[in-house]
């Protein structure tokens, strides 16, 4: 029997955004300034990104910090100014992806959540997930969904393939393959073997998960920038101007 739609809304489900990197590659932008501060278009990288969150309806936010996280925490506050709540997650020193997601579940609740990275610029509707992780909720082995963008210059090797909707890691000579957009949700579960300040990678999680397929995916074609460079972010910058608000 087909289930009815789901009332849930992003509403209901939480946002984090990550930001404790300590954006070596940008350096000497970032000896002073943490790189999700950085600006493109007169504007800080994460504020692209709590604009779209905010405006795709998620506005209870999850962000942690660390290298010179204090800087990001004193320009945002509790995020009434930009239309959305913000809970804080302080970082001693940068955890990698699944320790500062695992340390900030306390935070992010037991519902499954969105992450986003606060130090890229995409314009990726967000609301397009909020079907996704109403879907995750009633499904305790759905563990992960991932946003795949084509393979930018820089990472030209991709990292996983989809294919009928499910993720999968590539064989060593397969083609399409696709880069992760650092775009994903997950259910709290997938975390549960990290303790709360531990340093721990995503991607073992995620092939773990794969190898059991639990995860899920979608091809997303629309503009996605890593941006990783003084270089790229200078770029961004001129493009973006004639746009900021």
Same mark, same amino acid.
């Given at each position: 029997?087909?289930?009815?739609?789901?009332?849930? #809304?992003?509403?209901?489900?939480?946002?984090?955004?990550?930001?404790?990197?300590?954006?070596?590659?940008?350096?000497?932008?970032?000896?002073? +300034?943490?790189?999700?501060?950085?600006?493109?278009?007169?504007?800080? &990288?994460?504020? $692209?990104?709590? /604009?779209?969150?905010? +405006?795709?309806?998620?506005?209870?936010?999850?962000?942690?910090?660390?290298?010179?996280?204090?800087?990001? /925490? *004193?320009?945002?506050? =509790?995020?009434?100014?930009?239309?959305?709540?913000?809970? $804080?997650?302080?970082?001693?020193?940068?955890? !990698?992806?699944?320790?500062?997601?695992? +340390?900030?579940?306390?935070? &992010?609740? =037991? @519902?499954?959540?969105?992450?986003?990275?606060?130090?890229?610029?995409? !314009?990726?509707?967000?609301?397009?997930?909020?079907?996704? &992780?109403?879907?995750?909720?009633?499904?305790? =082995?759905?563990?992960?969904?991932?946003?795949?963008?084509?393979?930018?210059?820089?990472?030209? !090797?991709? =990292?996983? #393939?989809? @294919?009928?909707?499910?993720?999968?890691?590539?064989?060593?000579?397969?083609?399409?393959?696709?880069?992760?957009?650092?775009?994903?949700?997950?259910?709290?579960?997938?975390?549960?073997?990290?303790?709360?300040?531990?340093? @721990?990678?995503?991607?073992?999680?995620?092939?773990?998960?794969? *190898?059991?397929?639990?995860?899920?995916?979608?091809?997303?074609?629309?503009? $996605?920038?890593?941006?990783? +460079?003084?270089?790229?972010?200078?770029?961004?910058? !001129? /493009?973006?101007?004639?746009? @900021?608000?």
């Amino acid at each position: 029997m087909p289930l009815s739609p789901s009332p849930l #809304t992003p509403h209901h489900f939480k946002a984090m955004i990550l930001a404790a990197g300590l954006g070596e590659r940008m350096r000497p932008l970032t000896d002073h +300034t943490p790189k999700p501060l950085l600006r493109a278009g007169d504007k800080p &990288l994460i504020v $692209w990104q709590i /604009e779209r969150l905010r +405006t795709a309806g998620f506005t209870e936010l999850v962000i942690n910090h660390a290298h010179l996280g204090r800087q990001i /925490e *004193d320009f945002l506050g =509790d995020g009434r100014d930009f239309g959305v709540s913000i809970a $804080w997650s302080r970082e001693p020193e940068p955890l !990698e992806t699944a320790g500062g997601i695992a +340390t900030a579940r306390p935070l &992010l609740g =037991d @519902a499954p959540f969105l992450v986003t990275n606060g130090d890229v610029y995409s !314009e990726f509707d967000y609301a397009r997930l909020a079907p996704v &992780l109403a879907a995750m909720a009633g499904d305790p =082995d759905h563990l992960a969904h991932l946003v795949l963008v084509d393979n930018p210059p820089h990472h030209p !090797e991709g =990292d996983f #393939t989809l @294919a009928d909707g499910c993720v999968h890691l590539p064989t060593p000579a397969g083609e399409g393959r696709l880069t992760f957009s650092g775009i994903g949700c997950y259910r709290p579960e997938l975390f549960s073997g990290i303790s709360i300040g531990h340093k @721990a990678k995503l991607a073992p999680l995620l092939r773990a998960a794969m *190898d059991q397929g639990q995860v899920s995916g979608e091809h997303f074609s629309g503009r $996605w920038e890593d941006v990783g +460079t003084p270089q790229r972010l200078a770029k961004l910058d !001129e /493009e973006l101007a004639p746009h @900021a608000a």
